[in-house]
């Protein structure tokens, strides 16, 4: 059943570069379903495109198969082997997982020049655009980021009709895609999850980081990150923190594990803005986790948290639609959300029920006291239809996700 269902937002982000001179870079976290995603990239080629399945070389470092390609020079001969074998015209790489194989791009700038190649790939690790492939591709490769399943793509995925009990499903298990194979009930999927986030922390961070000398410190901060979506933190005050646990760690050494968590894609900073003063603030962030299920499988689902989740879903679905994010400040209020998008802006609260007077003034007076005529928007699970106060929309939070 699961490769039946297609990512389609993705492919149709993805076809305007197809024969392009640029290699398509295809991020994420580990197991949201990149793999996948090249497969149906492939399956598209041969069907819309009609390209011979002898001109298309595929990769996968996560398969024994292809554990002998360790470096550039391995890969860049593997190439050659494969094209041997292919017809006359145009080749298609596909290389999955390519950050397993050293000085990688290297051998793919020097195939991107020969104009002759269409390349595809992925990667587990946000580094390697601001680093690797920045350094030596610059201005030569667009990036598409894949993310865990949003509401919409998991009701198709559970062939399921919106309703509460399936986005109660949602909320305790999260958009990782390889779920769907399985019956969803907490003693099973929890253990499977628990051993994904176990995959990712080992081979994204601790083998990559070389932290096997530092592996429950490292946890520690995991499990802050966490154990504290929506709420805002420093780096010292973490580090203050966990002097209380009797951990001790340096500031910039907290600093470097949240990095680490955001290479992996695990979590997400956002910043706190200022609205008056119309500037990013320094200190106390916000972290978002990619996938709640992943946070719940380390630390359990507790109903009390259910507004922080509904931050959670709301913050990542921003993302997923393009939106860069910001948490507003304003006269000693907070904006739970400001998203930008080509010279689009919306303000949004976010509550899990607007259930009386003093709950609806506290969500609608930050957005009331901004002096722009951008959109505002409050966004709760309350089951009625859009409805304005004094000119601000507040709307079903299922709904707005669909």
């Known amino acids: 059943m699961l490769l039946t269902i297609k990512r389609a937002e993705y492919w149709q982000k993805l076809q305007p570069f197809i024969d392009k001179p640029v290699i398509k870079v295809i991020t994420g976290l580990r197991r949201a379903g990149k793999s996948y995603f090249l497969r149906q990239i492939m399956d598209e080629l041969k069907l819309q495109f009609k390209i011979d399945e002898a001109n298309i070389i595929y990769i996968n470092k996560e398969l024994l198969e292809f554990d002998f390609i360790k470096d550039y020079k391995d890969l860049d001969q593997y190439i050659k082997d494969q094209c041997k074998k292919s017809k006359v015209g145009k080749k298609y790489l596909f290389v999955d997982e390519v950050q397993e194989i050293e000085e990688w791009e290297r051998t793919l700038r020097s195939y991107l020049a020969k104009e002759d190649f269409d390349i595809y790939v992925t990667g587990s690790n946000a580094t390697m655009l601001s680093s690797e492939l920045a350094t030596f591709l610059t201005g030569r490769y667009i990036e598409i980021q894949v993310y865990p399943l949003s509401y919409a793509e998991f009701l198709q995925f559970r062939k399921q009709q919106n309703s509460r009990d399936e986005f109660n499903n949602y909320l305790r298990f999260g958009g990782m895609p390889a779920l769907h194979q399985y019956a969803l009930e907490q003693e099973s999927i929890y253990p499977i999850l628990e051993a994904v986030l176990n995959t990712i922390v080992l081979k994204d961070v601790v083998a990559r980081h070389e932290l096997r000398n530092n592996i429950s410190n490292f946890e520690a901060i995991l499990k802050f990150a966490f154990d504290n979506i929506a709420s805002t933190f420093s780096a010292k005050s973490l580090t203050d923190y966990l002097k209380s646990q009797r951990i001790n760690m340096g500031v910039a050494t907290v600093q470097n594990y949240l990095s680490f968590l955001e290479s992996a894609f695990l979590v997400n900073q956002v910043r706190r803005y200022d609205i008056k003063g119309k500037r990013h603030l320094e200190i106390y962030e916000k972290y ?46 907070e904006v739970d959300f400001i998203a930008t998008k080509s010279g689009q802006k919306i303000y949004i609260q976010v509550t899990y029920l607007l259930a009386n007077a003093e709950i609806r003034e506290r969500e609608f007076k930050p957005l009331l006291a901004i002096a722009d005529n951008y959109p505002k928007l409050v966004l709760s699970m309350d ?16 709904q707005w996700l669909l």
């Open 383 to 398: 089951e009625y239809a859009r409805s304005t106060y004094e000119g601000i929309e507040s709307l079903n939070l299922q």
């Open 288 to 333: 978002y986790v990619a996938d709640l299920g992943l946070r719940h499988a380390l630390l359990g689902y507790k109903e009390s948290d259910i507004s922080d989740y509904l931050e959670n879903i709301v913050y990542q679905e921003l993302r997923r639609r393009g939106f860069e994010v910001s948490i507003g400040k304003l006269n000693g209020c």
